[in-house]
């Protein structure tokens, strides 16, 4: 069975940061930049509006 | 097809050909505009201007609605357009990605701008630029305003694609430069804002025409905020951008800390557009925790990265300055900046106003407590007029400098008023803002056409400071009003009496070269500060925030009194 291949040191230098992958992959921040304000602005600001109780 | 592009002598950029022509002519509808919506200005100015009162109630309120959608809409985003495809193509050495497309959203959006107008301009939509349900505009005054959403979008979808037809044919190293990078912020809150738009303006053309009975008023205000304010927010992350493309042409300035600075725009992407919010803080149908998270958690994350921004970017100007050998004392970097440039005074006032007066006024409307003493008082235009007009519109205005030699070829026109039209425009527009800010916090009503209540059934007698403070106001606006001119005459003039640049560069076949990886930024570890007179402005800022907070709730004290 062939040895399993380990990563050369250069391999490991170049590995990218976390935060810098989501700061490099644009469609990531767009569905960031949509879904947050989405969620917290207008679904949640929705929500409690249509959740007043119609008066009698 | 060969795609052709140019390399511009004087600059380095290199543009292609179909982006080129986009790039100007988006610039020039959006100058033609501001033109337009500053007419408009004046005559709001002069109407509120109490000794002057110019308008009837009737035409103040056309021209007031014409004059906010001009400017906040038709005006910046057509810039922004510009700006987009030019951080996208020019700054990536890219070609622009479905130039057909681009050609079909600046279509849309300059008919649609043209629909709204002419529904203005007949009379019967006079209903300002929020347009709150259930006062009724004309059908044709949302669907132009639909179209030219339509069109935004489309733009911003070409900038997107632009960024992938880059990153595929390999025309950089490493990752987008940072000013594209804010670019990709602004494009990002407006697709947010163009959905928030259609969510409530289709519901509300559909209601103009009969196929709807009623548009619930509060969900209205709610989403159209998504819109409206979040429109204001493209703004402020294009202007950032701005600064920091001014600060590396006029200075060479690398950011202090690209991953800082990113971060920052980050921030804005996730957490500015809740300021929304702000607008519905004396709504009652939306609960307290959903107008403190909104308003105040999650905004000071956002207000934090334009602080971030805002002590980077001069920051990183000192830096530049005191390699040069500026270094004695704290600031000699910044008095021998070139404050004849019009390229740098107007981003240096842009900067300087955005951050003492929107920012800190921004705050403060944000916060539920105070904002009471002053919603929907003329102080929401005082801060919103040093955020807008001079935040963007200067920084915009910078940039045309930049860009008239070397996007049009042409020397400016009346070089003298060049360099002082962004202290005419920065000077006038900040005291007007200020007095605007004293006059509202004396209870003066926004978009209101008599502050005297002539004939009213209910009226009030303001005092004589309320009054003194809106004739300051009128002063100041056409004083604004006239650095606004100086702009539009000296680009206009530029691009049609202009000494022509003898520029030797013809567009080719030949692929521009890759762009490659900026230098790494230096090192500043060990070295203490090493932006000792922006850490010395920061500080001033800080005790000027506190400071006017702290008079803020003083001021709530009073009207409140707890005794």
């Known amino acids: 069975m062939a040895e399993p291949v380990q990563p050369s040191g250069n391999q490991k230098e170049e590995r990218v940061p976390v935060l810098q992958q989501i700061l490099d992959n644009p469609f990531l921040l767009l569905f960031i930049g949509v879904v947050m304000p989405t969620v917290f602005y207008i679904l949640w600001g929705v929500m409690e509006i249509v959740t007043i109780p119609i008066a009698n | 097809m060969s795609e052709l592009f140019r390399t511009c002598p004087r600059s380095g950029l290199v543009f292609h050909k179909p982006a ?156 987008i430069p940072l000013v594209t990078f804010g670019a990709l912020t602004a494009c990002i809150i407006a697709i947010f804002t163009i959905a928030s738009g259609a969510i409530i303006l289709i519901p509300t053309f559909l209601w103009s025409v009969g196929y709807i009975s009623e548009i619930d008023p509060l969900m209205y205000r709610v989403i159209w905020w998504g819109m409206g304010h979040s429109s204001q927010q493209i703004n402020v992350s294009a202007h950032v951008s701005v600064w920091y493309a001014i600060a590396a042409i006029v200075f060479g300035a690398r950011p202090m800390s690209e991953r800082v600075s990113r971060t920052a725009f980050l921030l804005y992407i996730a957490f500015l557009q809740l300021a929304s919010a702000h607008h519905i803080l004396v709504d009652p149908g939306v609960g307290t925790e959903w107008k403190i998270f909104n308003t105040s958690y999650a905004m000071y994350l956002a207000v934090l990265a334009s602080m971030v921004h805002g002590l980077t970017v001069p920051g990183a100007i000192e830096v530049a300055q005191r390699e040069k050998g500026y270094t004695n004392g704290m600031f000699e970097w910044l008095r021998k900046a070139p404050w004849g440039n019009p390229v740098f005074s107007g981003m240096f006032i842009s900067l300087v106003g955005f951050g003492f007066l929107g920012g800190i006024t921004g705050v403060v409307m944000g916060t539920e407590q105070i904002n009471l003493i002053i919603h929907n008082t003329i102080y929401v235009p005082g801060h919103f007029h040093p955020t807008v007009v001079l935040g963007t519109t200067l920084a915009f205005m910078a940039l045309t400098y930049f860009l008239v030699p070397v996007l049009f070829r042409r020397e400016l026109f009346l070089p003298g008023w060049a360099k002082w039209q962004p202290y005419v425009f920065g000077f006038g527009t900040a005291l007007m803002s200020l007095f605007m800010m004293g006059a509202g916090t004396l209870g003066v009503a926004r978009r209101h056409w008599d502050m005297a209540f002539s004939g009213a059934p209910f009226s009030f007698e303001f005092g004589g400071a309320a009054y003194m403070m809106m004739g300051l106001t009128g002063i100041f606006g056409v004083v604004s009003v006239i650095g606004g001119a100086m702009f539009v005459i000296v680009v206009v003039g530029s691009l049609v009496l202009g000494k022509k640049i003898e520029d030797k560069s013809e567009y080719t076949t030949t692929r521009p070269a890759i762009l490659p990886l900026g230098p790494a930024a230096p090192a500043h570890h060990g070295k203490g500060f090493v932006a000792p007179g922006t850490f010395v402005l920061a500080l001033v800022f800080l005790a000027t925030f506190v400071v006017y907070y702290f008079l803020n709730w003083m001021y709530l004290s009073s009207v409140w009194p707890m005794n």
């Open chain 2, 20 to 175: 080129e022509t986009l790039i100007k002519l988006n610039a020039v509808t959006a100058v033609v505009f501001l033109a337009v919506g500053g007419i408009l200005g004046l005559l709001v100015v002069m109407t509120r201007w109490p000794a002057v009162h110019l308008l009837s109630s009737e035409l103040f309120y056309q021209v007031l609605t014409g004059h906010g959608i001009i400017m906040l809409l038709v005006w910046i985003i057509f810039f922004e357009i510009a700006i987009l495809y030019f951080c996208s193509s020019t700054l990536l050495r890219s070609r622009l990605a479905t130039p057909r497309w681009a050609w079909l959203a600046y279509a849309l959006m300059l008919g649609g701008a043209a629909i709204t107008g002419v529904a203005i301009l007949q009379g019967g939509s006079s209903v300002m630029m929020t347009s709150y349900v259930p006062m009724p505009a004309a059908p044709h005054f949302y669907l132009g305003l639909i179209l030219f959403a339509v069109g935004a979008l489309i733009g911003c979808f070409v900038f997107l694609g632009t960024l992938v037809v880059a990153k595929n044919e390999r025309t950089y190293e490493g990752s």
